[in-house]
């Protein structure tokens, strides 16, 4: 069973930058595409971005482009994500989440999910 551990989160200040890790254990990530998805109080979870199982291929949300970047390092199991020129609308609690398919922006596609990781960007 593959399980998904998020970290990195914390508190900054708008116009700071995070880096956020997602640690796999129980399965080699190499085998799976990875996203993150983020979900502020009272919304739905919405996709940030995601990369393919070899790191080649990556998406972004247009809200995210040109300051998150998605990276992963198979031999270390986790895949990153670098988040630069934060605002307070990036306040959410971020997820990682692993499909064995096809990764794309939709959540249904994704079938491992791990706790998720606390972002505050103050203004």
């Known amino acids: 069973q593959l399980q998904l551990v998020e970290s990195g989160g914390g508190l900054v200040q708008a116009g700071g930058s995070l880096r956020l890790s997602c640690t796999a254990s129980?399965?080699?990530?190499?085998?799976?595409?990875i996203g993150w998805f983020r979900q502020a109080p009272g919304t739905d979870r919405e996709f940030v971005a995601a990369?393919?199982?070899?790191?080649?291929?990556?998406s972004y949300a247009d809200s995210v482009k040109g300051r998150f970047t998605i990276s992963r390092d198979n031999a270390k199991n986790t895949v990153y994500l670098q988040m630069n020129s934060l605002k307070p609308d990036d306040t959410a609690v971020y997820y990682c989440a692993a499909s064995s398919g096809y990764s794309g922006s939709a959540v249904s596609n994704y079938g491992y999910w791990g706790q998720g990781t606390q972002v505050t960007v103050s203004s």
């Open positions: 129980g399965r080699a990530c190499s085998s799976y595409a």
């Open positions: 990369i393919g199982w070899s790191g080649y291929i990556t």
